[in-house]
């Protein structure tokens, strides 16, 4: 990967570097909301075989994987579209990062999880929270199925760069 953008680029590098990625506003909420329902999970669980990633709420027992994406690191369509016309660089390393969240759910449905993504823009009231919480409640009370994997947000449509 080339060598991050200077000069020109710098004011929007302050800008991203402002952008928090993990802890955020609406993941401690979904946090929140889930501890108040009873539910007990662990925070920043590494990710089976994958070194060095981990899963923002995890369920180890019940091999449940939940993450709250950040609309810019992960590049959410709807609200990263002002990055790609910045610097090659930043769109080299957004998509970096969404290839490497594909890898993460393949990874982790290899090993018999269930991955479940919610964007942070989805996360944004208190009734968004809820919604997802029961979301959560659902799979983490339903039997533990090996092979099911399954995705609030399509990571497929987070990747299609056509548009
Ligand atoms: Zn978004």
């Known amino acids: ?9 710098e004011a929007v590098s302050r800008r991203f570097a402002k ?22 999970y662990r925070i920043n669980y590494p990710v089976p075989s ?15 994987a939940v993450f709250v994406d950040g609309c810019f690191w992960h590049a959410c369509p709807e609200h990263s579209v002002e990055s790609k016309s910045n610097s090659n660089w930043w769109v080299e390393k957004l998509e970096g990062n969404v290839r490497r969240d594909q890898d993460t759910n393949d990874s982790l449905v290899n090993e018999g999880w269930r ?48 548009r």
Do not use: C
């Open 1 to 9: 990967m080339a060598e991050p953008p200077r000069a020109s680029s």
């Open 50 to 64: 994958r070194s060095r990633r981990s899963i923002d709420i995890a369920f180890p027992k019940r091999h449940l």
């Open 19 to 40: 952008q928090k990625r993990r802890d955020t506003a609406p993941e401690l909420a979904l946090r929140r909301e889930i501890h108040r329902r009873g539910l007990r």
């Open 115 to 162: 991955v479940l993504r919610f964007w942070e823009h989805d996360l944004r009231s208190e009734a968004s929270v809820s919604a997802a919480t029961d979301y959560v409640e659902e799979l983490v009370s339903a039997s533990g199925s090996n092979s099911a994997s399954t995705t609030a947000n399509s990571v497929a449509s987070s990747t299609d760069r056509s």
